[in-house]
């Protein structure tokens, strides 16, 4: 999860590279929401073992 900590926006998203997809969001290149909005601090992330195991859409929907 990062957020802009100017506005408070939110990106919630999964990867299967936490440190590539991290400096995706502070130096690009990334499209959509998370670069529209400016969210590039890392708030909070959790590892599982396969993308099956993560609960991602009870997750973002309870975090929406």
């Known amino acids: 999860m990062a957020i802009n900590p100017n506005t408070g926006a939110l990106y919630t998203g999964h990867t299967d590279d936490i440190s590539r997809h991290?400096?995706?969001h502070r130096?690009?290149?990334l499209s959509g929401s998370g670069r529209d909005h400016g969210c590039n601090k890392l708030v909070w992330h959790a590892e599982f073992g396969s993308r099956a195991a993560?609960?991602?859409i009870p997750r973002v929907?309870?975090?929406?």
């Open 22 to 24: 991290t400096h995706e």
């Open 27 to 29: 130096h690009g290149p």
């Open 54 to 56: 993560a609960p991602i």
């Open 61 to 64: 929907k309870l975090l929406s």
